[in-house]
């Protein structure tokens, strides 16, 4: 019964390769978003996403792109993989509002070889 | 995107000691929040703090949200070892910045 659950926990792949993080929250939250976190431990917000509105950070890659099928999922993928794209990748929700607490999920490190 | 600057980067402490970090920012933020990561997981919020001034406890944690809104203080009172960990200042304006965090390290 986990709030927020991302897949997969550990991601290894080649340069150039195209993969995907899933993501799914039960809280019943509209709002869903995706954070880098660097080897620094700094916390990047990515994009943030609602049923109305996507919001993306100027500063991300157009190889990286949200896909939402429903509310409860909110998946990130990333094309031609680069070795900098090595990160801990962390979904999060909140209620409607932007305003209150984000729940996160338990990160997913991605691995660019 | 907006900038949340916290000291110290790192803290070595004694359990039982008490700590105190804080975070700045240029930019004017509605909420502010505390939240804390521990190894391998994702961050969980401790204390939420919406109105300027405001003063919130939660068990031996303080946490104050600066009259200006540009600015908030956490402290914690009497550590143990568990309170290792890595802590997070977030401003909400029209979406959620994170600050540059303070690694905690307690010493039994």
């Known amino acids: 019964d986990t709030a927020v659950s991302q897949t997969p926990k550990y991601l290894v792949t080649q340069m150039g390769n195209d993969k995907s993080i899933k993501c799914e929250q039960n809280?019943?939250?509209?709002?869903m978003y995706w954070y880098k976190q660097d080897s620094k431990k700094f916390l990047k917000i990515m994009f943030s996403?609602?049923?109305?509105?996507?919001?993306i950070n100027e500063t991300v890659p157009n190889r990286f792109s949200p896909k939402s099928p429903d509310k409860a999922h909110l998946n990130l993928h990333i094309n031609s993989l680069e070795l900098g794209d090595s990160a801990v990748y962390f979904c999060?929700?909140?209620?409607?509002?932007?305003?209150?607490?984000?729940?996160f999920g338990e990160g997913s490190r991605l691995t660019v070889l | 995107g907006q900038q949340l600057n916290q000291s110290p980067q790192s803290m070595f402490i004694q359990e039982g000691e008490d700590v105190s970090m804080n975070c700045t920012s240029s930019?004017?933020?509605?909420?502010w929040l505390w939240y804390k990561q521990d190894p391998g997981e994702g961050p969980v919020l401790l204390i939420a703090?919406?109105?300027?001034?405001e003063l919130t406890s939660n068990g031996r944690l303080t946490a104050q949200f600066g009259i200006t809104r540009k600015d908030s203080f956490l402290n914690i009172s009497a550590s143990i070892p568990s309170d290792v960990g890595i802590y997070f200042c977030?401003?909400?304006?029209?979406?959620?910045?994170f600050g540059t965090g303070t690694s905690l390290t307690v010493i039994p």
């Open positions: 996403y609602n049923n109305k509105e996507l919001i």
């Open positions: 809280l019943g939250h509209d709002t």
């Open positions: 977030a401003g909400d304006t029209h979406q959620f910045y």
């Open positions: 930019s004017i933020f509605n909420t």
């Open positions: 999060a929700s909140s209620r409607e509002g932007l305003t209150g607490e984000l729940f």
């Open positions: 703090l919406y109105k300027a001034g």
